[in-house]
Nanobody, 119 residues
Framework: QVQLVESGGGLVQAGDSLRLSCTASGPSFSSYEVVWFRQAPGKERLFVAGINATGGSTFYAHSVKGRFTISRDNAQNMVYLQMNSLRPDDTADYYC????????????WGQGTQVTVSS
């Protein structure tokens, strides 16, 4: 059982940067793929970025590619989302999620952290 806790959200201005953290507890976290999703008020939850278990492969939504960077530190059981050049449309609740090799969906979810970008 993996538990995830997001942190690092806040209120920033357009053009600012923010780094979100996803802290994991539980066994074998280093074998899990981890992703970030976000959900803006009144909208569906959307994929933002993902990273494989080793950290050797990353993937991004088109809307954040070139501005956001996902990384992980398996020794610390952490996954990060560095967000640069933030825009008002990045405003959302951000969630990290994880799945193991045998999971067909993201089974483990955090509670989310709020990011608000003012213009």
């Amino acid at each position: 059982q993996v538990q995830l806790v997001e942190s690092g959200g806040g209120l920033v201005q357009a053009g600012d940067s923010l780094r979100l953290s996803c802290t994991a507890s539980g066994p074998s976290f280093s074998s899990y793929e981890v992703v970030w999703f976000r959900q803006a008020p009144g909208k569906e939850r959307l994929f933002v970025a993902g990273i494989n278990a080793t950290g050797g492969s990353t993937f991004y939504a088109h809307s954040v590619k070139g501005r956001f960077t996902i990384s992980r530190d398996n020794a610390q059981n952490m996954v990060y989302l560095q967000m640069n050049s933030l825009r008002p449309d990045d405003t959302a609740d951000y969630y990290c999620a994880a799945r193991g090799n045998l999971d067909t969906s993201y089974v483990y979810w955090g509670q989310g952290t709020q990011v608000t970008v003012s213009s």
